[in-house]
């Protein structure tokens, strides 16, 4: 099957990045998403939402009024950035973290 896919290096990554030492912040609504309770008593298991969409998704879900669970891997900076957000505006959470693949 040669030449059916371009060249890419295939050097894995140890770990996702820390989104905390990003030099400009990416925008996950917390400054733009006004929730409406919508999802008020309901429970959200997110995972990887310490970061990226799934930081959005946390925050989205916990202004519709779910309590959150946020699994995350060992970026515990990232993970209480998420948290302070969450806690100051009064919702529920739960971190988790660790490898949610590990079956162990």
Do not use: C, W
């Given at each position: 099957?040669?030449?059916?896919?371009?060249?890419?290096?295939?050097?894995?990554?140890?770990?996702?990045?820390?989104?905390?030492?990003?030099?400009?912040?990416?925008?996950?609504?917390?400054?733009?998403?006004?929730?409406?309770?919508?999802?008020?008593?309901?429970?959200a298991?997110?995972?990887?939402?310490?970061?990226?969409?799934?930081?959005?998704?946390?925050?989205?879900?916990?202004?519709?009024?779910?309590?959150?669970?946020?699994?995350?891997?060992?970026?515990?900076?990232?993970?209480?950035?998420?948290?302070?957000v969450?806690q100051?505006?009064?919702?529920?959470?739960?971190?988790?973290?660790?490898?949610?693949?590990?079956?162990?």
């Amino acid at each position: 099957m040669a030449g059916l896919y371009p060249p890419f290096n295939s050097d894995p990554q140890d770990s996702p990045g820390l989104e905390s030492q990003m030099d400009r912040k990416p925008d996950y609504g917390h400054l733009s998403y006004n929730g409406s309770g919508k999802l008020q008593g309901k429970i959200a298991i997110i995972t990887g939402g310490d970061s990226g969409i799934g930081r959005a998704v946390a925050l989205a879900f916990a202004r519709e009024g779910a309590t959150v669970v946020i699994s995350y891997l060992n970026e515990t900076e990232d993970a209480e950035e998420i948290q302070a957000v969450i806690q100051k505006e009064g919702h529920e959470y739960i971190l988790i973290p660790g490898d949610i693949t590990d079956e162990a």
